[in-house]
C-alpha cells in the first residue's frame, strides 16, 4: 500500500501551477497541503489562506512529509532541501543549479537521515534520464551520455538554422515565449546544460564534480556564418552536454556547440525539445526525446518523483557506491572548429595538428585537434574576441587533407 504524502510546496510558478494542474486530474494519496511562495500581492488561482510567505511554516509543520522544491534562488533553495532532508522530510526538487552545487553534500545528508532526495525535474525536462541511470543501467558499462539538454538554446538553434533568424531575434522570441529568462546567460552559455551534465553524470559513471571544474562554451558568439558552414556540409549546430569515459580510470565532462549529421539522433531535435543519447557497452546506443521545458512537461517529471516516494523510493547511487578508481579530466583531445578575427587566438591555442584553414575577406576558420585544456585556459579570449567554437568531430571524414598556414578554400 502507498502511504499518504502531505505536501509543502516552495514555488508556485510554471511549474508549480503544472504541477498543481496535473496532480488535480489524479486520485494519488497526495494532498498539497500549503504552498511557499515570494511575492504575496500577486494574484493566484487558488484561496489565499493556501498560500504563505513564510517558509517555516512549511518546514516546522508536523503534517508535512514531502516538501516539493521548486524555486530559483539556488541558495534559499539549498536551505530548504537540506533542512527538510534533516528533519525527516522527504523532498522532491527541480533545481539543477542547487543540486549540481551541493550533490556531494545532499548525498551524504540522505544517507545520514536516511531520507530521500528525487530529481528527475531538474534534468531534461519530462525525460526520465536519472532513472533510467539508477535503475536500468546500474550494471552496465556507459562509454558516453550526450545530448540536447536545454531547450532555450535549441530553439534559437533551430530558429536560426530553419527559419534564418539571427541569434538576437531567436533569443527575443525564446524570451518572449518563456523558454529564456531575462538574463539568457545560463541557458545560451551552456551553464544550465553544465548543470544538469554533472547530475547525469553522477548516476552514469559515480563521479561527482563541481560544476566550475567542467568546461562549457555556448552560443553567444554564433554568427550567419558559420550556420552557412553547416548548411554547406549538410550539418546542423546544436549545444550538446558530453559526459565521455575515456579508460577505466578517467571520465571528461564538457559542453560545446556541435556539427551533427543527418545519422545522428539530435539532428532531428528542434526547438524546445530535448534529446539524450546513451552509449551502452552491451545495449549499444540508446535515444531519450522529449519536452525539456514547460509547465505540464516539467510537472510530469516532478509528479513521478513524488508518485514513487509514495513507496519511499530512494537513489541508491549505485556506481558511487562501487568505489571504482575512475577520475574526472579534462585531459582530452578534441577536434574543433574555430571561426576567429584574432590570429594570436589561434597561436595561443596550441592546436596539435590543422586539419583545414580557410581566409575569405572576414571570415576565417580552423578546423583541427586542440587538448580541451588548451580552450579552457584561453576561453575568457574566446569571449571576448567573439570566436565561436564547435566540437566536430563530424568534420574529420569531410575535410580536406591536413594544410597547416595556408589557405583552404571550402564553399
Known amino acids: 500500500m502507498s502511504k499518504k504524502l502531505n505536501i509543502g510546496l516552495f514555488g508556485f510558478g510554471v511549474v508549480g501551477q503544472g504541477l498543481y494542474d496535473i496532480i488535480k486530474t489524479k486520485h494519488l494519496n497526495i494532498e498539497i497541503v500549503k504552498f511557499a511562495i515570494k511575492d504575496p500581492n500577486k494574484k493566484r488561482s487558488l484561496p489565499a489562506h493556501l498560500f504563505t510567505t513564510d517558509k517555516e511554516e512549511l518546514l516546522n509543520n508536523p503534517e508535512i512529509n514531502t516538501i516539493v522544491e521548486l524555486i530559483n534562488d539556488t541558495e534559499a533553495a539549498f536551505e530548504i532541501v537540506s533542512r527538510a532532508l534533516k528533519s525527516g522530510k522527504n523532498v522532491v526538487s527541480a533545481s539543477k543549479k542547487m543540486i549540481a552545487l551541493h550533490l556531494d553534500e545532499l548525498i551524504e545528508i540522505q544517507h545520514q537521515y536516511g531520507t530521500s532526495l528525487l530529481y528527475e525535474g531538474a534534468v531534461c525536462g519530462s525525460i ?13 558499462l556507459l562509454h558516453s551520455i550526450s545530448g540536447i539538454f536545454n531547450g532555450s538554446s535549441n530553439y534559437i538553434l533551430s530558429k536560426g538554422f530553419i527559419e534564418g533568424l539571427d541569434y538576437d531575434s531567436a533569443l527575443k ?17 551552456g551553464f544550465d546544460a553544465k548543470y544538469k551534465l554533472v547530475i547525469a553524470a553522477a548516476h552514469a559513471y559515480g563521479v561527482v ?13 554564433l554568427a550567419a556564418a558559420d550556420l552557412q558552414y553547416a548548411r554547406e556540409k549538410n550539418l546542423k549546430i546544436k549545444l550538446v552536454p ?14 560545446l556547440p556541435k556539427f551533427v549529421n543527418d545519422k545522428e539522433f539530435l539532428y532531428n531535435v528542434e526547438y524546445e525539445y530535448n534529446g539524450v543519447t546513451v552509449q551502452a557497452a552491451f545495449a549499444d546506443q540508446q535515444f531519450f526525446f522529449g519536452k525539456g521545458a514547460g509547465g505540464h512537461p516539467t510537472g510530469s517529471a516532478v509528479l513521478s518523483d513524488i508518485a514513487a516516494l509514495r513507496y519511499n523510493y ?16 579534462n585531459n582530452i583531445e578534441l577536434t574543433i572548429y574555430l571561426r576567429y578575427d584574432d590570429e594570436e587566438l589561434v597561436e595561443a591555442l596550441n592546436f596539435e595538428h590543422i586539419n583545414e584553414r580557410y581566409y575569405s575577406g572576414n571570415y576565417k576558420f580552423v578546423i583541427g585537434k586542440i587538448n580541451l585544456q588548451n580552450l579552457i585556459a584561453n576561453q575568457h579570449r574566446i569571449s571576448e574576441s567573439k570566436a565561436f567554437v564547435a566540437f566536430a568531430d563530424q568534420l574529420t571524414g569531410v575535410s580536406l587533407a591536413s594544410v597547416t598556414k595556408q589557405t583552404a578554400e571550402v564553399f
Open 128 to 140: 526520465p534520464i536519472i532513472r533510467n541511470l539508477e535503475e536500468y543501467y546500474d550494471n552496465e
Open 173 to 189: 522570441q525564446a524570451q518572449d515565449l518563456g523558454f529564456a529568462e531575462t538574463d539568457p546567460t545560463s541557458d545560451v552559455g
Open 209 to 221: 564534480v563541481q560544476p566550475d571544474e567542467v568546461f562549457n562554451l555556448g552560443i553567444q558568439n
Open 242 to 255: 558530453v559526459a565521455k569515459e575515456l579508460d577505466d580510470r578517467n571520465v571528461a565532462l564538457f559542453v
Open 314 to 329: 530512494q537513489y541508491e547511487y549505485k556506481k558511487a557506491k562501487e568505489k571504482t578508481d575512475l577520475n574526472f579530466t
